[in-house]
């Protein structure tokens, strides 16, 4: 038998005995409160607060049938044995799983559960107890102050979670803007050169025909090259205003020795290291490159408190892998703009990106990107 058949079964037979030992636990909690031998209270003790703890924990399943069932048994022990310490019992128990309602269910299903919870307690309390109107309003105030903090906390979380979902739609959205620009001054360049080639090649094309097929070659290249980019890319851009954008060329890995200057003069030494034949790459994989690269040593030079790092340029048979390490402070994995912008770049180019800190100390920016050799 495969290990995942064995796992379901393992899990299936865990839930009937957790929800076994569940149905029985009213019954439990009945006979320990009514049996006043202290031989059977030293054995039914134990199982009923075991059974207590395995009831809670199924909250996560089921909430509205184990706090059901809470609400049972201790109803149940309230009147085998009226007193103070039980009714404490039956309120805190039972305001535990009403609050953890509150703060995992919607309100419709938690505001009914807390205001029954409450009115059962109070009812119970004052069935089989002598209560005055301070205790009632007691156990009526724990039960609001419970569902209250429960929906709070529910509130905060959902609103957490938006918070994170609108940051990081603006923090991609913000990247695709720039990514699109980076494009368009591509395909501006590359167009560029098109039309010169072609105006080149119309007027020698009848007195020197080697320098028109020249022409003509420089035309297919650059329309390969640009036509491969667009079909990466494009479906995943939406349009933005090209006007301002920068003129000049887009940088490269053939800029890196720039960049690790700049780093230098900031107080970061970068040792460039390149593995393989270095080679031409498409436009798109090497602007995404030398961005993955400045971006990483920007947040070295920013967070991590060091005074060197590595960058490592694999040239691997159809891919290229850039590697980002230093020795600093480490920090954590962030949804911030950079490292979201890094992972967006590689995903548009169908690659694989992975950010963290180092088990000896320090942070890697790592990335695998397909790059097959420009035309």
Same mark, same amino acid.
């Given at each position: 038998?495969?290990?995942?058949?064995?796992?379901?079964?393992?899990?299936?037979?865990?839930?009937?005995?957790?929800?076994?030992?569940?149905?029985?636990?009213?019954?439990?909690?009945?006979?320990?409160?009514?049996?006043?031998?202290?031989?059977?209270?030293?054995?039914?003790?134990?199982?009923?607060?075991?059974?207590?703890?395995?009831?809670?924990?199924?909250?996560?399943?089921?909430?509205?049938?184990?706090?059901?069932?809470?609400?049972?048994?201790?109803?149940?022990?309230?009147?085998?044995?009226?007193?103070?310490?039980?009714?404490?019992?039956?309120?805190?128990?039972?305001?535990?799983?009403?609050?953890?309602?509150?703060?995992?269910?919607?309100?419709?299903?938690?505001?009914?559960?807390?205001?029954?919870?409450?009115?059962?307690?109070?009812?119970?309390?004052?069935?089989?107890?002598?209560? =005055?109107?301070?205790?009632?309003?007691?156990?009526?105030?724990?039960?609001?102050?419970?569902?209250?903090?429960?929906?709070?906390?529910?509130?905060?979380?959902?609103?957490?979670?938006?918070?994170?979902?609108?940051?990081?739609?603006?923090?991609?959205?913000?990247?695709?803007?720039?990514?699109?620009?980076?494009?368009?001054?591509?395909?501006?360049?590359?167009?560029?050169?098109?039309?010169?080639?072609?105006?080149?090649?119309?007027?020698?094309?009848?007195?020197?025909?080697?320098?028109?097929?020249?022409?003509?070659?420089?035309?297919?290249?650059?329309?390969?090259?640009?036509?491969?980019?667009?079909?990466?890319?494009?479906?995943?851009?939406?349009?933005?205003?090209?006007?301002?954008?920068?003129?000049?060329?887009?940088?490269?890995?053939?800029?890196?020795?720039?960049?690790?200057?700049?780093?230098? =003069?900031?107080?970061?030494?970068?040792?460039?290291?390149?593995?393989?034949?270095?080679?031409?790459?498409?436009?798109?994989? =090497?602007?995404?490159?030398?961005?993955?690269?400045?971006?990483?040593?920007?947040?070295?030079?920013?967070?991590?408190?060091?005074?060197?790092?590595?960058?490592?340029?694999?040239?691997?048979?159809?891919?290229?892998?850039?590697?980002?390490? =230093?020795?600093?402070?480490?920090?954590?994995?962030?949804?911030?703009?950079?490292?979201?912008?890094?992972?967006?770049?590689?995903?548009?180019?169908?690659?694989?990106?992975?950010?963290?800190?180092?088990?000896?100390?320090?942070?890697?920016?790592?990335?695998?990107?397909?790059?097959?050799?420009?035309?």
């Amino acid at each position: 038998m495969s290990a995942l058949p064995v796992r379901r079964v393992s899990r299936g037979a865990g839930t009937v005995l957790a929800w076994s030992g569940a149905a029985v636990y009213p019954v439990v909690v009945f006979l320990t409160f009514s049996h006043g031998r202290s031989a059977f209270q030293q054995l039914e003790i134990p199982v009923a607060a075991g059974l207590t703890v395995l009831v809670l924990s199924l909250l996560r399943r089921r909430a509205l049938a184990a706090h059901a069932i809470l609400l049972l048994a201790w109803v149940f022990a309230m009147v085998s044995l009226p007193s103070g310490a039980v009714a404490g019992l039956l309120v805190l128990i039972t305001d535990v799983s009403s609050g953890y309602i509150a703060a995992t269910r919607p309100r419709k299903v938690s505001v009914p559960v807390g205001a029954a919870t409450g009115v059962l307690q109070a009812a119970a309390v004052t069935a089989f107890l002598n209560a =005055d109107e301070i205790l009632l309003m007691t156990i009526l105030l724990a039960a609001a102050v419970t569902y209250m903090t429960g929906n709070s906390l529910r509130t905060r979380r959902a609103h957490a979670e938006v918070m994170r979902e609108q940051a990081t739609a603006q923090a991609v959205a913000a990247e695709r803007l720039r990514i699109a620009r980076e494009l368009h001054d591509m395909v501006a360049h590359s167009i560029g050169i098109i039309a010169i080639q072609a105006g080149v090649g119309g007027r020698v094309i009848d007195t020197q025909p080697a320098e028109a097929r020249n022409a003509l070659d420089a035309i297919e290249a650059t329309s390969r090259d640009t036509l491969s980019g667009l079909r990466r890319m494009l479906t995943a851009l939406r349009r933005d205003d090209p006007g301002a954008a920068p003129l000049g060329p887009a940088p490269g890995l053939d800029d890196l020795a720039r960049l690790a200057e700049a780093a230098g =003069d900031a107080g970061v030494a970068v040792d460039v290291r390149t593995s393989g034949e270095p080679r031409a790459l498409p436009p798109d994989v =090497d602007l995404s490159a030398y961005r993955i690269v400045q971006e990483a040593v920007t947040n070295v030079v920013r967070h991590a408190d060091t005074d060197r790092c590595r960058v490592t340029i694999g040239y691997g048979d159809g891919e290229l892998a850039v590697e980002i390490e =230093d020795d600093g402070a480490g920090g954590v994995v962030g949804t911030g703009y950079g490292l979201v912008g890094m992972r967006e770049r590689v995903a548009l180019l169908r690659g694989e990106f992975a950010a963290g800190p180092r088990p000896g100390g320090g942070f890697r920016v790592a990335a695998r990107i397909p790059a097959p050799a420009a035309a």
